[in-house]
């Protein structure tokens, strides 16, 4: 299922009713944290990104963040967070990058959906952008109810960030952003979104300025930080652990462990996500003589370093990267990528061209492939020069600028053609996806009891406690903890609530100081 209209028009009548009081009032439930920057003192286009919650790390918030920074010179920017508390731990880090810009952020506060709903539409009618610009989660009920009931609606670009999984906001959008082509051919034909446009992906490196000048730092032998002896050869894999776990014919860990037997002077470094490692001391279990040559990390805020002392990228699989195979180009990094022949949806975000010869299928061919490079150094500086030079012409900042500008000012009457046309059907193989997501995504992604679990803890209303135990019941019936440690936490604080876990905390401190 890619889609539920019936879910979004209830959306949209819950938020119908919900604002027809608070209209009328100048203040709404729950507060807010909000910061104003510069005024606007060129009338700018008033640009407003709304998004569910703002990390430190990954692909979501890096891309968020760099249409931020194109853009800031020619609009003035509004940022929505929709998370409450979850958007709390990174707002301040968020403030301090846009100190002193005309941006100006509302973080949302409430203990209920129905006053989020509330708060948004109220800060959004207030602050009257000319363009929203969505960055939301697929289940973030809050930005879809919220936007469908907005007076003067302004235009709604919605940025499809996750293109694989079903997503709320099929009914809010005027216009849709597709990053590459198989997206493009998943919103046409099984989504069913005829308005879609492709802005690929980009990355600035370093936040070097847009002109692709002294985006680089020479390569440096020496990599004593990492614990690589001088002469040994480096491979890189980066991505969230979803990515390398689940298929039925390919084992990422085993193939690392192949190449690494058979190159005794290689080494391999992992970079994921820091809620995995349980999972990693399984697959440490399963293979010993891993633990000598790969080195597992994250989550790392700074990628470039080690871009900078790889020697190639061995790119995620089953699930491909997104921004990361642009990282690596723009830092001449060889890439070893993979294609997803039963599922191409997941495969990498199409920056390789299709005549790319190191392009695997099969995982003899990743670990053949990986030793024509670690064996060749001319070779992997000449690919990764081809690789740069692409990512220049078609992903670079300027070139990505000039197409969001063209789609915003598009409603102001600078039209651009941007769509791409699709006529083919397209078939997904729904046994491999099925597959996949009984054996990881199914219980680590979607989690829909926790969610509301994690909203419940915070608040302190009569008779939740019910409603908590409730929920953690059902999240153990679909098995959505990732560990043991979360269970044990979920259930501490389903059956105390957070404040008198935040007492229990504080006491436990104060006993440690003695």
């Not at 439930?29 to 790390?57: H, M, P, Q």
């Not at 689940?246 to 860990?253: N, R």
């Not at 699930?319 to 195979?325: A, E, F, N, Q």
Request: net charge neutral; glycine share 8%.
């Amino acid at each position: 299922m890619w889609f539920d209209d019936e879910i979004e028009l209830l959306l949209k009548n819950i938020g119908s009713v919900l604002c027809m009081g608070s209209r009328d009032s100048d203040t709404v439930e729950g507060e807010g944290e909000y910061y104003d920057g510069e005024a606007n003192k060129e009338d700018k286009v008033r640009v407003a990104f709304v998004l569910t919650t703002w990390f430190k790390t990954g692909g979501h918030s890096s891309l968020l963040k760099i249409w931020m920074e194109l853009l800031e010179d020619d609009c003035e920017q509004y940022i929505y967070i929709t998370g409450g508390k979850r958007g709390e731990a990174y707002y301040q880090d968020l403030r301090k990058a846009l100190e002193n810009k005309e941006t100006h952020i509302r973080l949302l506060n409430f203990s209920t959906l129905s006053a989020g709903i509330q708060q948004l539409v109220h800060e959004i009618e207030k602050d009257t952008p000319n363009v929203l610009v969505t960055f939301i989660h697929p289940d973030d009920v809050v930005a879809v109810s919220s936007i469908s009931v907005l007076r003067d609606k302004p235009i709604v670009i919605f940025v499809n960030h996750a293109d694989h999984v079903f997503w709320l906001g099929r009914g809010i959008l005027d216009y849709l952003v597709d990053f590459r082509s198989e997206g493009i051919k998943i919103s046409r034909l099984l989504r069913r979104i005829g308005n879609s446009y492709k802005i690929p992906l980009t990355y600035d490196a370093a936040g070097k300025g847009l002109s692709g000048s002294d985006l680089l730092t020479p390569k440096k032998s020496a990599r004593i930080e990492l614990g690589i002896p001088e002469g040994a050869t480096l491979s890189l894999s980066i991505g969230s652990l979803y990515k390398v776990l689940g298929a039925p014919d390919i084992d990422y860990f085993e193939v690392i462990l192949e190449l690494l037997k058979r190159n005794p002077d290689h080494y391999h470094i992992l970079i994921t996500t820091p809620s995995s490692g349980e999972i990693i001391e399984k697959q440490f279990k399963r293979y010993r003589e891993l633990r000598e040559r790969l080195i597992v990390k994250g989550p790392i805020n700074d990628l470039q370093p080690y871009f900078i002392h790889s020697d190639f990228l061995i790119d995620t699989f089953p699930y491909g990267g997104g921004l990361v195979p642009l990282e690596a180009a723009a830092n001449k990094v060889p890439i070893i990528g993979y294609s997803n022949a039963r599922c191409p949806l997941f495969g990498n975000a199409g920056f390789l061209p299709e005549d790319y010869p190191f392009i695997a299928r099969r995982k003899i061919e990743i670990i053949e492939y990986s030793e024509i490079m670690l064996k060749n150094r001319e070779l992997r500086d000449g690919i990764g020069e081809i690789l740069f030079r692409r990512y220049q012409a078609q992903y670079s900042p300027a070139v990505v600028k000039s197409l969001i500008l063209s789609l915003i000012k598009g409603e102001v009457g600078e039209r651009a053609v941007l769509l791409e046309d699709v006529n083919e059907e397209y078939t997904l193989d729904l046994d491999y996806i099925n597959i996949l997501e009984e054996r990881f995504l199914g219980k680590k992604r979607f989690r829909p009891d926790l969610y509301m679990l994690s909203l419940l803890i915070l608040e302190t209303t009569k008779g939740n406690k019910y409603r908590r135990g409730k929920h953690l019941l059902k999240a153990y019936r679909y098995n959505e903890f990732s560990s043991i440690g979360e269970t044990v936490r979920y259930t501490i604080a389903a059956i105390i609530g957070n404040r008198r876990l935040a007492n229990l905390r504080k006491r436990m401190r104060e006993v440690a100081r003695f």
